[in-house]
C-alpha cells in the first residue's frame, strides 16, 4: 500500500517501476534485479498500471479486454472480469462481453469504467499490477471484495495507492508519503503506533466515515 496526500509523490514513486523515468540516485529493483539492466519492453509487459483516469475505447468490452492480450482465451476473460467485480454488470447487458463501448466509456458509470480497466491489466497477467487511486469511485464493499479476489492470485506483486486508509490497511507493507519524502514504512497497527502522518490521515477519515474496519 502506498498513501499519502495530494502531490505526496505517490505517483512519482511507482512510476519508477515501469521505467517512466529513472532515479537520480539509489535504485528501484524488481526481483532483485536493477528495472534498468531489463530490456524496457520486457519489463513493461510484466507490469499492469491502472490510473484513476484510465479510459475505455470505441468498440466492445471484449475489443477493450483482448488490449491487455489478444489471446485471452474465453475462461481468462472470465476470470478477470470476476477479479474486477465487473462480471455481473457486463453479463447483465444485452449483448454481454459483446456489447458496445462508448468514445471513453462514456456508456459507464465510472466504477464500472474503473472495473473494467483493471479487468483489462489482469488480461494481461502482469507480474506487477499497480492501481494508482484507480478504485477511488467504488464503494468500500465492492473496493474490499476487489482487493481480496487480487489476493487470491499467485505470482502477483500489487501495489494500492490510495488517499484512504480503509483501502491499504490490510497490506503486507505500506508506505506513506509525505511532501516526496517515505515518513513511514510497516504494517498499519505498526504505523497507528510510530508513524503520525499515518495517525493524522487514518484519524481524519475515521470521524468523517467510520472507515476503521474497511466499510
Not at 38 to 44: A, F, G, K, M, V
Not at 78 to 101: M, N, P, R, T
Request: include cysteine; proline fraction near 0%.
Amino acid at each position: 500500500g502506498i498513501i499519502g496526500g495530494t502531490g505526496s509523490s505517490k505517483t512519482s514513486l511507482v512510476n519508477l517501476i515501469a521505467r517512466l523515468y529513472d532515479v537520480t540516485e539509489g535504485s528501484v529493483k524488481v526481483g532483485g534485479k536493477d528495472v534498468r539492466d531489463y530490456d524496457i519492453e520486457t519489463l513493461r509487459d510484466k507490469v499492469s498500471v491502472v490510473l484513476q483516469s484510465n479510459v475505455l475505447f470505441s468498440g466492445t468490452i471484449l475489443d477493450n479486454l483482448r488490449w491487455g492480450n489478444e489471446n485471452a482465451t474465453e475462461e481468462e476473460l472470465v476470470e478477470a472480469l470476476k477479479l474486477s467485480q465487473s462480471y455481473d454488470f457486463v453479463k447483465e447487458k444485452d449483448k454481454g462481453i459483446d456489447s458496445e463501448v462508448a468514445q471513453k466509456g462514456k456508456n459507464f458509470s465510472g466504477g464500472q469504467k474503473q472495473r473494467l480497466t483493471i479487468a483489462r491489466a489482469l488480461v494481461k497477467k502482469p507480474k506487477i499490477l499497480i492501481l494508482d487511486d484507480s478504485s477511488s469511485a467504488l464503494d468500500y464493499a465492492t473496493d474490499a471484495k476487489l482487493r481480496s479476489d487480487i489476493k487470491t492470485l499467485k505470482d502477483i506483486t500489487l501495489f494500492v495507492v490510495s488517499q484512504r486508509t480503509a483501502s491499504i490497511m490490510d497490506a503486507d507493507r505500506i508506505v506513506v508519503l509525505d511532501d516526496g519524502k517515505v515518513v513511514g514504512f510497516g504494517t498499519h497497527d505498526e504505523l497507528l503506533k510510530d508513524c503520525s502522518v499515518y495517525q493524522e490521515i487514518y484519524q481524519s477519515q475515521f470521524k468523517k466515515g467510520g472507515q476503521s474496519n474497511g466499510k
